[in-house]
């Protein structure tokens, strides 16, 4: 099943890793890992969604939570980073870290109750559930991130960068990193759309979520003759918000640092209907998933992260990833965290 902008999908069809298919017929289900793992499931009985389920969630314990980077390895990180960009290599990249703790009752664990939860205790823009465990997806997002939207031939996209308790905590650093991957998200997007339709309508606007305020932008273009969701994927994936500028020089360097997959984590979540020609993509982030072919038994995942530049400093860095963890693994553990300190270190 899937769940997303109140419509509930059920009565799977078929599963393919073929972007083509998205703009062939019938509403797809979406999840791309951010290694490029590609999951879209076409489902028979879409229709407007019942209320949320009242079933309970059962989370990890709060204390549970480790970090596949912790603070020394990470702050050590963004030091590395620094140096890459004062050596010309890179201008920015986004540094990150999954989180994992166990489930304490696997067989029940259900990502659309704590798609639920995350509803109620962070409501997002592109909320939603992909539950499909026979194909080792099982989603819940609370992504206040838009990747991709597609009407018709315009495609649009909204770059978050800049991260602070409030607008004051915003720096001019913040500004300067979303300025610069909107240039990134411009170029991607140039690839699949007509030449001279990109335009940026929003450029560093403030946005209020719960506990947080981003720095967002938007980016739109028209699809070129012959273009669809195979050529936007392949020139815009992965998000560029999550990567960094150079992308390619970015993704090698998150390779080097990062000790292992994201998975969903910054990847992309969402549903397109191919008869109408919309769809919206979420970039995976303020994401759970659980993986459950691991080691010592299913774990639920969560990741997150910060862009670093050459005004970055390595402590803040990581507190801004503590930020952004630490109300949604409150919620997830059932433990409202409102005060900004994430458990996990």
């Not at 209320?51 to 702050?75: D, F, M, N, Q």
């Not at 409030?166 to 030449?195: Q, S």
């Not at 990833?321 to 109300?327: D, G, Q």
Request: hydrophobic share 40%.
């Amino acid at each position: 099943m899937a769940r997303f902008d109140g419509l509930l999908a059920t009565g799977l069809r078929d599963v393919t890793d073929d972007p083509a298919a998205l703009d062939s017929r019938g509403w797809w289900a979406v999840v791309a890992d951010f290694e490029g793992r590609l999951v879209c499931a076409r489902f028979a009985d879409v229709r407007p969604a019942p209320p949320a389920p009242s079933r309970g969630w059962r989370g990890p314990r709060p204390e549970a939570w480790t970090s596949s980077l912790e603070r020394e390895a990470y702050v050590e990180g963004v030091r590395r980073i620094r140096d890459r960009i004062a050596a010309g290599e890179v201008y920015q990249a986004n540094l990150c870290r999954v989180l994992g703790a166990p489930l304490p009752d696997p067989a029940e664990a259900d990502v659309d109750a704590l798609a639920t939860l995350l509803g109620r205790g962070n409501p997002a823009p592109h909320g939603g559930t992909v539950r499909l465990p026979a194909h080792g997806v099982e989603v819940a997002t609370a992504s206040p991130e838009l990747y991709l939207r597609r009407t018709g031939r315009t495609v649009e996209s909204g770059p978050i960068k800049g991260t602070g308790r409030t607008a004051a905590d915003l720096l001019e650093k913040d500004h300067a990193e979303n300025v610069m991957i909107v240039d990134l998200v411009r170029n991607d997007l140039g690839r699949a759309c007509a030449p001279g339709s990109i335009t940026v309508p929003a450029l560093c606007a403030v946005e209020a979520h719960p506990g947080l305020v981003h720095l967002v932008s938007t980016v739109r273009g028209e699809l070129a003759p012959g273009a669809g969701w195979a050529a936007l994927l392949a020139s815009t994936f992965p998000p560029g918000s999550v990567t960094g500028a150079p992308k390619h020089s970015a993704l090698h360097l998150i390779r080097a640092l990062e000790s292992g997959p994201r998975g969903p984590y910054c990847g992309a979540v969402g549903w397109v209907d191919a008869d109408r020609g919309t769809g919206v993509l979420a970039v995976g982030i303020r994401t759970f998933w659980i993986e459950r072919s691991v080691p010592g038994g299913p774990l639920l995942r969560f990741g997150t992260g910060a862009g670093i530049t050459w005004g970055s400093d390595p402590e803040r860095e990581w507190d801004e990833t503590v930020l952004k963890a630490s109300r949604l693994l409150g919620v997830a553990s059932g433990d409202q965290v409102t005060t900004g300190k994430a458990r996990p270190r």
